[in-house]
């Protein structure tokens, strides 16, 4: 079975751009997250989709944005690219969403470098 | 609100030596708890989960134990290989959260041969 993908794998934009990074999920999972990770911060969550509703979201400012389609994959998207804003970007995917026995499996992240 | 505190790195051994990385967590209630491990340029991988009081979780020669007098849930290998440099995060789920992880910062292992 395919893991969770991630596209693009790397992206450069400039301070000011938008940005919409991609994410798959192994066929089936129908909850997906999203989280950033830079070394100043660690790992923060973003938001959380299951069956194309929103279900949970991080501290974030509202640049940050995210969708579901009907097939489980998502996107979100960065409005208004700050230098900040570089980091990796992981997503991961589950069959429900809170299961006591439900485990969740990464994507290996998109890195955005924002100049 | 929740959060996890693990011992910061880079902790540095020898092949074979015995690795514990401590982690402690704040938390409402009974929250599951996790190891991940991450490898240089990829994303994370489950290494080993508990989700009640006094489970041990095991994997690949790694085990943990959910420890709810304490709030712990350390990590320990007997026997660590070259193989196992990487950084391993401590998280937790919360049982109202969804699926919401909360990460300790890190804790960045090297082995050397």
Redesign the interface.
């Known amino acids: 079975k395919a893991g969770v993908t991630q596209t693009p794998r790397y992206l450069i934009k400039t301070r000011g751009q938008q940005v919409t990074l991609s994410c798959s999920p192994i066929s089936g999972h129908r909850s997906v997250s999203w989280y950033q990770q830079t070394p100043g911060q660690g790992l923060q969550f973003l938001f959380e989709y299951f069956s194309e509703t929103q279900r949970n979201k991080g501290n974030f400012p509202g640049r940050f944005s995210g969708r579901q389609f009907s097939n489980s994959r998502s996107e979100m998207n960065v409005s208004t690219l700050e230098l900040g804003d570089s980091a990796l970007y992981l997503c991961a995917s589950s069959l429900l969403v809170g299961g006591e026995t439900d485990t969740q499996y990464f994507g290996p992240g998109t890195r955005l470098t924002v100049l | 609100g929740n959060s996890v505190t693990q011992m910061e790195g880079p902790v540095t051994l020898s092949e074979e030596a015995f690795l514990t990385i401590n982690c402690t967590y704040t938390a409402t209630g009974y929250p ?1 708890l996790f190891w ?1 491990v991450q490898y240089p ?6 290494l080993l ?1 508990a ?1 009640k009081a006094d489970d041990k979780g095991s994997n690949k020669g790694f085990e943990a134990t959910y420890r709810k007098e304490t709030t712990s849930f350390h990590l320990e290998k007997g026997s660590v290989q070259v193989s196992d440099s990487a950084v391993y ?1 401590c ?1 937790l ?1 919360g ?12 804790t960045r292992v090297l082995v050397k041969p």
């Open positions: 599951s991940y340029g990829e994303g994370l991988q489950l989960k989700t995060f998280a789920r049982k109202a959260a969804g699926n919401k992880l909360t990460f300790g910062g890190g």
